[in-house]
């Protein structure tokens, strides 16, 4: 248990729809990651927050969102979803902002079927 | 730009054999390197990571990886593979330099092991 948490596990929604994944990263750790995972994408880097604050962004579409609250969970919020949004989507977390050699600390996932 | 390649999608060993998964990196400042393990229906788990302190690292689960700077690689090794051992396993690059703090991922190698 890496003491990341993700709900739902599992999220079946029809497109056009919206959703909200959830995160609450490790106790005391700062930053969270999204990651999307997919068969033919991989694994990429969506998004970084740090305190509240976004870090960094990666390949995020403009139809995806995120936010850390005050209380340091996570929200993924993803919205006019289309088949191919379909992927596992996973949470990480470390203690700092990043300085390249953090261990990241992922959730179980998300698993969301866009029919 | 940083990016990792690993040989081989699917690779299969005997248990008791020897287990080498290959990854290569490319990245224009010196990287920091991380092989991540994933489970079935579980998130990644770090084995082990180089930061840029000896060349040999050892990880957990018997596993180790050795950065060769000119091979621009960092294969995964285990002497003797267990049942246990049978997952989906990935590669990563990171550094210091600005938004390549982010890992990139590489496509996994699934590992197969057979009685």
């Known amino acids: 248990d890496s003491g990341v948490t993700q709900t739902p596990k599992h999220l079946i929604t029809a497109t056009g729809q919206r959703v909200t994944l959830r995160c609450s990263p490790r106790s005391g750790d700062l930053s969270v990651y999204w990651y999307q995972q997919s068969l033919d994408q991989g694994l990429q880097f969506l998004i970084q927050?740090?305190?509240?604050?976004?870090?960094a962004k990666g390949n995020i579409l403009e139809r995806f969102s995120a936010q850390q609250f005050p209380d340091l969970h996570s929200e993924l919020n993803l919205s006019s979803l289309e088949l191919g949004d379909s992927a596992l989507y996973f949470c990480?977390?470390?203690?700092?902002?990043?300085?390249?050699?953090?261990?990241?600390?992922f959730g179980p996932g998300t698993r969301l079927t866009v029919l | 730009a940083q990016s990792v390649t690993q040989l081989g999608s699917h690779v299969s060993v005997s248990e008791g054999a020897l287990v080498l998964l290959r990854c290569n990196y490319s990245?224009?400042?010196?990287?920091?390197l991380f092989w991540y393990v994933q489970y079935p229906n579980q998130g990644l788990q770090l084995l082990l990571k180089?930061?840029?302190?000896?060349?040999l690292v050892k990880g957990i689960n018997g596993f180790e990886a050795e950065f060769k700077k000119s091979e621009t690689s960092f294969h995964l090794t285990k002497p003797s593979a267990h049942m246990s051992d049978a997952a989906e396993y990935f590669c990563a690059v990171s550094s210091s330099s600005g938004s390549a703090r982010q890992l990139t991922f590489g496509s996994g190698t699934q590992l197969t092991v057979l009685p």
């Open positions: 990480a977390s470390t203690g700092g902002v990043s300085i390249g050699t953090d261990t990241q600390y």
């Open positions: 927050y740090y305190n509240g604050e976004e870090r």
């Open positions: 180089y930061t840029s302190a000896a060349t």
């Open positions: 990245s224009s400042v010196p990287p920091y």
